[in-house]
């Protein structure tokens, strides 16, 4: 998440090597996009790419946005994407703080990624790489990258790996409508399924998946009585 026209889609899709629409058109990304990408510790993750924010967002229009802010509220790790080119970056992310303390979000674990570096001088990029060790603090310092060249992705994927929390896997049974196509594919994409078998018009599951996934995905509501010891309560 970050300012509009901060490059996070672009960058969204240099990370999931995705397709998202790139404008710098307000509000260009109006819809949540998902994508299940690998961190290099081999973890399955979801990154969504969510609505740009503006200066003094009006409560109406936050409210009629707030579907694509779920996304910002429900993640574990916030990645703040700022246009580090534009002189009044560090303004337009208070901005974004503003309306993160509004969400009441603020505390959630995040990650500052200062975008567009390919647009500054080798001075510019000096400064900002000086200021950016300066500013390391219990999060550490920003991650530099261009989206756009696909410099720093390495860097910022090694990162979101180690500020990501440990998810547990939970075990559970589940029988799930077939007209729920799109929750069978993340369970599959993202979990291990252990055994499975068409149940009239549904599926019957037995599946390993991180627990974070199966709230967001509502498994609790198709789980059967025989879960497994352990399992998702």
């Known amino acids: 998440m970050g300012y509009t026209n901060a490059g996070k889609s672009t960058l969204f899709n240099a990370l999931s090597r995705a397709e ?26 979801l990154v969504s790419d969510t609505v740009g924010f503006i200066r003094d967002l009006p409560q109406g ?65 000096k400064v900002v790489t000086n200021g950016a060790d300066r500013s390391a603090g219990t999060c550490g310092a920003p991650v530099l990258v261009s989206a756009l060249m696909g410099e720093g992705i390495e860097e910022l994927l090694w990162r979101m790996d180690a500020e990501m929390p440990t998810d547990p896997v939970v075990t559970l049974s589940i029988r799930l409508p077939l007209a729920e196509g799109r929750t069978l594919a993340m369970i599959h994409a993202l979990g291990r399924v252990l055994h499975s078998e068409i149940d009239d018009s549904h599926m019957r599951l037995d599946a390993e998946i991180p627990a974070s996934i199966a709230k967001r995905l509502r498994l609790k509501e198709y789980a059967v009585e025989e879960t497994f010891p352990g399992s998702l309560s």
Do not use: C, W, Y
Request: aromatic content about 2%.
């Open 20 to 45: 998202v629409l790139v404008s710098s058109r307000m509000f260009a990304t109006l819809d949540p996009t998902i994508r299940a990408l690998r961190l290099p510790s081999n973890r399955r993750v």
């Open 61 to 125: 229009l936050l409210t009629a946005f707030r579907a694509t802010l779920e996304e910002v509220q429900e993640a574990s790790l916030i990645l703040h994407v700022s246009d580090v080119s534009n002189p009044h970056h560090n303004e337009l992310d208070e901005e974004v703080d503003k309306i993160l303390r509004k969400l009441g979000v603020d505390g959630r674990p995040r990650l500052r990624v200062l975008n567009k570096t390919d647009r500054l001088t080798p001075e510019e990029r």
